[in-house]
C-alpha cells in the first residue's frame, strides 16, 4: 500500500465529506480508499489528548550490505563415480542403498551373465592353449639349433605361441575389469553371477536399478560420491553480481540448522544469467568438511556487498497484519498507516526497507500506535 501526498489525503476527505465519522470517535476526521479501507485518521482534541501518541524518527545506521540467497551442496565432477554394467545381465542381490557408506572393493551388486560364462570359459580354453604353444616353441627352437627342422617353422610356433599369450593377456585385463581374481578360476567352479564393486570409498548417491531388472552393457547402475570433493551452489538474484569476486567469502549455515555456521570461498563468479529467472549459479569451494555435509541437502547463504546507510525503528514499533508489515506516520496532521517492508535486525532495532518516498522519516508514530490501528478497524 503505497503513501499518498496530503493534498491527495485532503482532497479525498473533501470530497467524500468524511471529516466526521461516529465509527472512529466524534470530531476524528478519516480518509479511506477505494475499497472503503481506513488508511489514514486526524485525531479529535479529546482523543489526541487520551490516545498517549508520540512521534519519533527512523535511526540512520551505516551497515555493512549483505545479500541473502539460497543454494545447495552439489558434488564436483571430480568427486562423482558412475558405476557401469561391464557386460549385460539380470541384477540378481544389492549390498547397499542411496546414501549407504562404502569401501573401495566392496560389493555392491551381483549380476548373472552369460557373457561371464563365456568370458571364464575363453580364458581357461586361453590358458591351455598358451600352455601348448609354449612348449611347442620350445621344442622347436631346440630342433633348429640341432638342424632338424627349418627356421619358419620355429616362426610359426612363435608366432602362435605369442598370439596366444596376447589373448590370454586380454582375457586376464577383462576378468579384472569384471572384478574377479583370473588365477583363482577353475574349470569345475564357473559361475554365472559376478559382483560389481566400489572403484573407491565414499557413499552411494544412486542408484538406477531394480532387483531383478535386465542391464545392458555400459548401462549406469550407481552413482558414487566423496565428502571431500562438494561444492557449495548458490542462485544469486542478477542484481547482486556486480558484487561478487573471486576469493569472495560466503556465509552458510544448512536449511534445518540455523545456529551452525560454515564457509565457503568463491571460485567462479562469472556464469550466465537465466534470463526467465533473472538468477546466476554460482559454486564456491568449502574451507572445512563435515560429516552433515551431503550432496542435494539445501542450504541458505549470504555474502557483503558494501557499506551503506540503513534505516532502523524499534521492532514494537512495526504493525502485523495479514501477512504484511505497517509503521504509522504523521502526514498533513493525518495518522496514515504504511505498508513497509523489514530486513536485518539489530537487537531490539528492525531495518526498514522500501520507505515510502514523501513521507517524514522524524514522524514516525513510536508511541500509541495500536490505538490508531483500533481506529482505523473500526470502520
Keep these: 500500500m503505497h503513501t499518498r501526498s496530503a493534498a491527495v489525503i485532503l482532497m479525498v476527505s473533501v470530497i467524500t465529506g468524511l471529516t466526521c465519522c461516529d465509527k472512529t470517535g466524534a470530531g476524528n476526521e478519516v480518509i479511506v480508499d477505494s475499497s472503503n479501507h481506513v488508511v489514514a485518521v486526524r485525531l479529535s482534541p479529546e482523543d489526541a489528548e487520551k490516545s498517549g501518541v508520540k512521534l519519533g524518527s527512523l535511526t540512520e545506521k551505516e551497515v555493512e550490505k549483505w545479500v541473502s540467497c539460497t543454494g545447495s551442496l552439489v558434488l564436483s565432477r571430480e568427486g562423482r563415480m558412475v558405476v557401469s554394467a561391464p557386460a549385460p545381465g539380470i541384477i540378481r542381490m544389492f549390498n547397499c542403498s542411496a546414501g549407504d557408506s562404502v ?6 551388486a551381483g549380476l548373472e551373465s552369460t557373457e561371464f560364462i563365456r568370458l571364464q570359459q575363453e580364458f581357461l580354453d586361453a590358458e591351455n592353449q598358451i600352455a601348448y604353444f609354449r612348449e611347442e616353441y620350445k621344442r622347436q627352437g631346440e630342433l633348429t639349433v640341432e638342424n632338424a627342422t627349418s627356421v619358419r617353422k620355429m616362426q610359426m610356433a612363435q608366432r602362435d605361441y605369442q598370439s596366444s599369450e596376447i589373448q590370454m593377456n586380454a582375457l586376464r585385463l577383462l576378468l579384472k575389469a569384471y572384478g574377479v581374481c583370473p588365477d583363482s578360476l577353475k574349470p569345475d567352479q564357473l559361475s554365472s553371477l559376478f559382483f560389481i564393486r566400489a572403484p573407491q570409498s565414499g557413499y552411494v548417491i544412486q542408484v538406477n536399478s531394480a532387483l531383478g531388472s535386465y542391464a545392458d552393457l555400459g548401462e549406469e547402475l550407481f552413482v558414487l560420491g566423496k565428502n571431500h570433493r562438494l561444492l557449495l551452489k548458490l542462485t544469486v538474484p542478477e542484481q547482486s553480481l556486480p558484487y561478487l569476486k573471486k576469493g569472495q567469502v560466503i556465509d552458510f549455515s544448512l536449511l534445518h540448522d540455523s545456529v551452525q555456521t560454515y564457509q565457503a570461498i568463491m571460485y567462479d563468479p562469472v556464469n550466465p544469467v537465466d534470463p526467465n529467472r533473472h538468477t546466476s549459479d554460482i559454486y564456491s569451494k568449502l574451507t572445512s568438511q ?3 555435509f551431503l550432496p542435494g541437502i539445501p542450504v541458505k547463504a549470504r555474502f557483503r556487498t558494501n557499506t551503506g546507510i540503513s534505516l532502523y525503528v524499534q521492532k514494537r514499533v ?20 504504511v505498508q513497509v517492508k523489514t530486513g536485518d535486525s539489530q537487537g531490539e532495532l528492525t531495518e526498514i526497507i522500501d520507505f515510502p518516498p514523501g513521507l517524514n522519516k522524524d514522524s514516525v508514530v513510536v508511541e500509541g500506535i495500536h490505538y490508531l490501528d483500533s481506529l482505523l478497524q473500526k470502520r
Excluded: P
Excluded at 318 to 337: C, I, P, S, T, W
Design 103 to 108: 569401501k573401495e572393493g566392496s560389493v555392491l
Design 290 to 292: 563435515n560429516d552433515r
Design 318 to 337: 512495526v504493525l502485523h497484519d495479514a501477512g504484511h508489515e505497517y509503521l504509522f506516520v504523521m502526514n498533513q496532521g493525518y495518522f496514515e498507516k
